[in-house]
């Protein structure tokens, strides 16, 4: 089995900075594109930044700028860095990654989310 487990979330004011992490454990073969996403009450989760096992990263135009997606490829870790936070930002962020477990066998994963709260 796998898991993803994502750490870092909290209460901050407009403007502070919060750091998330999420770590894969299990049965890994190789991690292959990783990313985050978030979801609010009234919206469908959408794409916040995604980055390749190569370092390739790709980010929604509501959080370029401001926030920034790396990877430690040796301990299975992928970390988001937000600063200049905003309201709107509040969410539960979730990771997610494309997992493989066997060289013939890989599925995308997700976490249970962590809340980030930035309060005006």
């Known amino acids: 089995q796998v898991q993803l487990v994502e750490s870092g979330g909290g209460w901050v004011q407009a403007g502070g900075s919060l750091r998330l992490s999420c770590a894969a454990s299990g049965s890994i073969f190789s991690i292959n594109a990783m990313g985050w996403y978030r979801q609010t009450s009234d919206k469908q989760r959408e794409l916040v930044a995604t980055i390749t096992s190569g370092g390739s990263t790709n980010y929604a135009d509501s959080v370029k700028g401001r926030f920034t997606i790396s990877r430690d490829n040796a301990k299975n870790m992928v970390y988001l860095q937000m600063n200049s936070l905003k309201p709107e930002d509040t969410a539960v962020y979730y990771c997610?990654?494309?997992?493989?477990?066997?060289?013939?066998?890989?599925?995308?994963?997700w976490g249970k989310g962590t809340l980030v709260t930035v309060s005006s």
């Open positions: 997610n990654a494309d997992i493989a477990m066997s060289a013939y066998v890989n599925r995308r994963y």
